[in-house]
C-alpha cells in the first residue's frame, strides 16, 4: 500500500506545482547601489505571489519571478514605486524617495540631478 500512496502522492503534488504557473518580468529601476538592491529585493519578498527576484546593478534592471495568478507587473511596479524607485514607467512614489538616504537618490547626491 505504501508505494502507491507515494505514487499518489506526488503525481498531486506534480499537479499542484504545474498549477502554479510562474511568470518572469524584468523592470527597469533607478536603484543605485547594493542597499537599493537590498531594500528593492526584501519589498518584494513581503509580496503575495513572488517567488524570488534579482536586481542587476549595472543594468539597474530587476527580475521578478511571481505567480500571475496571485499578483501582476503592474502592481509589482507600484510596489517598486513605493520603495522611492522608478519602476519603468512608473515614476518613484515621491514621500518614499524623500526617506531614501542620500547615496540611494537618483545620481547619488542631489535629488534633481539625472545620471541618464
Ligand atoms: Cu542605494
Redesign the pocket.
Known sequence: MKPVLFILTSMLFCQIMLAQKKAEIVIQTS???????E?LEKALAYEKGVYSSNLDLKTRKITIIYNPKKTNPDHLRVVISKQGYQADDIKADPFAYEQ??E???VGGHKNDEHKH
Not at 31 to 37: D, G, N, P, V, Y
Open positions: 536603484a543605485e547601489c547594493s542597499m537599493c538592491k531594500r531614501l538616504p547615496c540611494c537618490k
